[in-house]
């Protein structure tokens, strides 16, 4: 069975606008009275579109609007189009669709594009949660929100399917037949005598008729793309050296400009001392800038190396010193009931089943953590009296839109934010303060292309990390059950300071982030309650890959293996046992089989240990096994099952589920954001390791299709890794750890 | 002075001490090879000097002689697949793809010198390049996959 898209069964419709030379397939959108007020530009019944598909005499071009940061969001949106284009998508023209002058008002690119990516589904969920949020703010924000996939999946084929009938019916007005009796194949429409039209010569009569809304969705079971292992578009690029990332741009009159900031972030300049600097080789310029000084020179490396000779004097940064009294603060707030920011799971009574018996008690600890994505932060910017350019591969065009707008006085419509591939993000590309800081030195260098690119130390010492956190748990346990489960955890709030960045508005209300990841989980426990405390702004943190659960999913998860360990019951019929939610418990029995799991021990100096996270819908289950060698634990085998509702590319799959995994066993190895005098004391990867190749274990992953959703896979993967590590570790050696890094206190080969 | 990049010469005024890797992507605008680091830590800036591995961020261009160089535009392009480059497509390596010419610049050597490289000497020379997305398994199975190619020629 098809899906039937007819105009009102989602709250988008598809349609045509004609462009120079062309058609434009996307969404269409229409004024209502109180409906999106991002449309305020748009006047009662004007109608304006977001194109997903363009074509003209040169070809096809698809314009996918979610970023790509590396998790295949390209080549994903291309095929959702292809698969009812009925061509082959590597022949098209892929571009993230800023801007485009000719077909469409600016003002409909706010339409569901404010946090592209899968990174949607982080903030959509998170958002859900946010309760106290102004419903006005959220509903301007989250627009169409949730993630590239569950999102586009219906869209982006629909909008296919509206191009593939409209060129049929163009192509049947042609030739004077029945579109009944027109097929499509490989970007031509075929007449009944085999012969074939191009679609790009269509364009035009497409652009002319009215588009072809009442169109059937092809079943999975038809699929030629979707649901089959595939190639990414963007991989012979990116294995040649021939994708273009932001950092990689040139223009005609370009210079480079490094910055140095006070590494106290958000602090000023006492004052600078930059004479040696401006008499070196290549140095045009040296410009004080809001937090900081910017050196213009002729190459990167010059201007760096002038930045780094200029002598500046720092104010004293906006939160305390060092890690010591930042976590100090944070313990502060623990279970002390002015500072409870939430209490979104309370069940049976936890108070009255902690007063008695043997109560277990444990506090754990995660640091905070840079984004440090490979590629640094950089934008390219060049700014005139009617015009603000913006080259950079950000999460959040509009935004970025919107700040340099105000900050260089034009209207919104003459700042154009053309989006680059990312060389990763984890999180740090949905802030754009170093975009904005671009911004103010192509303005003072008015006329000109600035490339602002930052060091390596620049970008891990002034980046927005994962918030530091501590959590207190209490439990207790009776015939070899889990009976309670109390959790505090406290920390500064992310989404407080990420919305006031953004907005420049104080949120009023809780932030569930700080418990997501544990308060949300789908187990039945007889007393089971978490609570949030919110530890005062800090050091500005931000998301990080997979937001909230990065953490809890660390403290929920470990607590639990504890709990199940002093029951002595298995840590993985326990966890079955406890599970009320039918997709979870199935992927937790899924791991058991691929695992041959039979309890967590394993031999001598050999252990397994198993986690769950449910984060952004999805369930997932780790199941890692490791070795207490004499030079350290080495994770021999990691198998992870996740349930993500319909696979539509397994390969990509696959990679991301992975990628998460490694992302989150690599943090919780040897990977800590501290600070020191203010500055964070990490500057570059040699005191940020990461994993390497030798410690990467194998893998085997399954995704399961039982729930009724279909879910991005961007982020789950990382919640259940850490833990799933420790307890494995627990298994191996007896130690329980219960801060991050591990290496505080075991050493890994 | 002189330096020859991927079979052509080209004449550069710069600083002596100035790293190759900012002489290839500020002077010769050649932008395959990464800036990551700067130190020596992440591999992306990786090239090769009449065939050996260089961390293009850490040699000075006075430091390189008429030695030549290859970056990743000259090892391979998307017409003309060097068998590491074919490999990593068919084993869809990249994520981000940013550390990406380092990795396939470091098999590529690597696989010259010691074609029938074991999984433990795989994993040593490539544990030299970072990856932040985590593409590491899908490295190891390309590596393997190259070496078996190269050696059925
Ligand atoms: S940039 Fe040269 S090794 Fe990282
Ligand atoms: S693919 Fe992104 S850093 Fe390696």
Known sequence: ?749 | MQIDVNGKAFEVEVEPEMPLLWVLRDELGITGPKYGCGIAQCGACTVHVDGFVVRSCQLAVRDLGNRKVTTIEGLGSPEALHAVQAAWIEHQVAQCGYCQSGQIMQAASFLKTNPNPSDEQIDAVMSSNLCRCGTYPRIRSAVKAAAKKLQEG
Request: proline share 6%; aromatic share 8%.
């Open chain 1, 1 to 749: 069975m098809g899906i039937v898209g007819t105009v009102t069964r989602r709250t988008f419709l598809i349609g045509t606008a004609a462009i120079a030379g062309g058609v434009a397939f996307g969404t269409y959108l229409v004024k209502r009275p109180i409906e999106n007020p991002l449309l305020a530009d748009l006047k009662d019944g004007e109608a304006a579109i977001t194109p997903y598909i363009k074509i003209d005499a040169s070809g096809i071009t698809l314009i996918t609007p979610r970023a790509d940061k590396g998790q295949g969001a390209y080549s994903i949106q291309a095929r959702l189009i292809a698969e009812e284009l009925d061509f082959d998508p590597a022949t098209a023209v892929i571009t993230p669709g800023m801007p485009g002058p000719a077909y469409y008002n600016s003002a409909v690119l706010e339409e569901g594009v404010p946090f592209p990516a899968y990174d949607d589904s982080a903030i959509a969920e998170t958002a859900r949660q946010f309760m106290s949020v102004p419903a006005k703010l959220m509903s301007m924000q989250m627009t169409g929100g949730s993630s590239t996939v569950p999102d586009g999946h219906h869209k982006m084929r629909m909008a296919g399917a509206v191009a593939r009938e409209t060129l049929k019916e163009a192509a049947a007005q042609q030739v004077g037949v029945d579109r009944s009796q027109l097929t499509t194949e490989d970007g031509h429409v075929v007449l009944p005598d085999g012969k074939r039209i191009a679609y790009t010569e269509l364009a035009t009569t497409a652009a002319s008729i009215e588009p072809i809304t009442d169109v059937q969705l092809r079943p999975s079971s038809e699929w030629k793309h979707l649901g089959k292992p595939t190639q990414r578009l963007d991989m012979p690029a990116k294995c040649t050296g021939t994708e273009k990332y932001g950092i990689d741009l040139v223009v005609d009159g370009m210079v480079h400009a490094a910055v140095r900031a006070n590494p106290g972030v958000g602090a000023g300049v006492k004052s600078f001392d930059a004479s040696s600097a401006e008499a070196m080789r290549g140095v045009q310029k040296v410009i004080a800038i809001k937090n900081g000084v910017a050196v213009i020179a002729d190459n990167t490396w010059r201007a760096w190396r002038a930045a780094d000779a200029i002598d500046i004097t720092w104010e004293q940064g906006p939160y305390p010193e060092n890690t010591d009294a930042i976590f100090a603060e944070i313990e502060k707030v623990i279970d002390q009931d002015e500072f409870r920011d939430h209490r979104n799971r309370n069940d049976g009574d936890v108070d009255t089943a902690l007063t008695a018996g043997d109560v277990f008690e444990a506090t754990y600890k995660v640091p905070y953590l840079a984004h440090a994505p490979m590629e640094p932060m950089n934008a390219l910017v060049r700014v005139t009296d009617t015009e603000c350019e913006i080259w950079t591969g950000t999460q959040i065009p509009l935004f970025v839109r919107d700040h340099a707008a105000a900050m260089t006085g034009l209207d919104k419509d003459q700042v154009l934010v053309y989006v680059q591939p990312m060389g990763g993000s984890f999180g740090h590309k949905l802030e754009d303060t170093h975009v904005l800081q671009a911004v103010e030195i192509a303005i003072a260098m008015k006329g000109t292309p600035v490339k602002m690119v930052w060091s390596r130390e620049e970008d891990m010492t002034h980046d927005y990390p994962r918030p530091g956190s501590i959590a207190k748990g209490r439990g207790t346990v009776s015939n070899g059950q889990v009976e309670t489960f109390d959790l505090s955890v406290g920390q500064s709030s992310l989404m407080a300071d990420w919305f006031g960045r953004l907005t420049g508005l104080a949120i009023p209300g809780p932030d569930a982030t700080i418990t997501t990841g544990s308060w949300d989980q789908p187990f039945a426990i007889p007393n089971y309650r978490v609570t949030g405390y919110r530890a005062p702004t800090m050091v500005p943190v931000s998301s990080w890959r997979s937001v909230g659960a990065s953490g809890n999913g660390f403290f929920h998860d470990c607590l639990l293996d504890e709990l199940i360990h002093k029951a002595g019951a298995d840590p993985l019929a326990e966890r079955i046992r406890l599970c009320m939610h039918e997709d979870s418990r199935k992927v937790l029995e899924k791991v058991g089989e691929i695992s041959g799991w039979d309890g967590p021990s394993m031999g001598e100096n050999r252990g397994r240990g198993v986690a769950f996270c449910l984060s952004f819908g999805v369930p997932t289950a780790i199941v890692t096994e490791v070795t207490n060698t004499e030079a350290g634990i080495t994770i021999d085998k990691v198998y992870t099952v996740v349930d993500v509702g319909e696979v539509l590319d397994p390969t990509n799959l696959e990679a991301q589920v992975f990628g998460g995994v490694v992302f989150g066993m690599a943090h919780a190895m040897n990977c800590e954001t501290t600070y020191e005098n203010y500055a964070a004391q990490q500057n570059n990867y040699h005191a940020y390791e990461g994993m390497r190749l030798y410690q990467t274990p194998e893998f085997e992953t399954v995704a399961l299709t039982n729930a009724k959703k279909i879910r991005g896979i961007g982020e789950p993967s990382v919640p259940p890794a850490a833990p799933s590590l420790a307890n494995a570790i627990f298994a191996a050696t007896g130690k329980r750890i219960r801060e991050m890094p591990l290496n505080k206190h075991i050493d890994f080969v």
